[in-house]
C-alpha cells in the first residue's frame, strides 16, 4: 500500500483488505471478504459470499460495487455496511443501480 491509487487484489479466501491514503481500487473476490477503502474516493468490489464494507469518517466517496457472474454465487445474503464511529446512519447516503445489491 502507497499514498497513492493502489489496487489491491485479495484470493479466493476469506480476505480483510486495507486501503490507505488515495484512491485505491479493493477486490475482495470470493470468501467473506472485509473491505475498508481508507482516506480517499475509493472503490470497493466483495462479489461473492457475506461482504463487510467498513466506512469511517474521512473516508471520502466510496463506491461499493456487489458483483455476480451467475445465479449460481447470487448469495449476497448477509453484507453489511459497518459505519465507524461518529457516523449515523443518517449521515450515509445510499443509492442502489438496478438489481445490484
Known amino acids: 500500500m502507497t499514498a497513492g491509487d493502489d489496487y ?8 480483510t483488505i486495507n ?10 473476490w470470493l470468501g467473506a471478504d472485509s473491505l475498508t477503502g481508507g482516506a480517499g474516493d475509493d472503490y470497493l468490489e466483495g462479489s461473492w459470499h457475506a461482504d463487510t464494507y467498513v466506512y469511517n469518517l474521512g473516508d471520502g466517496n466510496d463506491t461499493i460495487y456487489e458483483y455476480s457472474s451467475s445465479t ?11 459505519l465507524g464511529p461518529g457516523i449515523a446512519v443518517g449521515d450515509v447516503i445510499v443509492t442502489r443501480n438496478a438489481a445490484d445489491w
Open 8 to 15: 489491491i487484489f485479495g484470493i479466493h479466501e476469506n480476505d
Open 19 to 28: 486501503g490507505a491514503e488515495g484512491n485505491d481500487s479493493l477486490y475482495g
Open 72 to 82: 449460481q454465487y447470487s448469495r449476497h445474503l448477509g453484507d453489511k455496511l459497518v
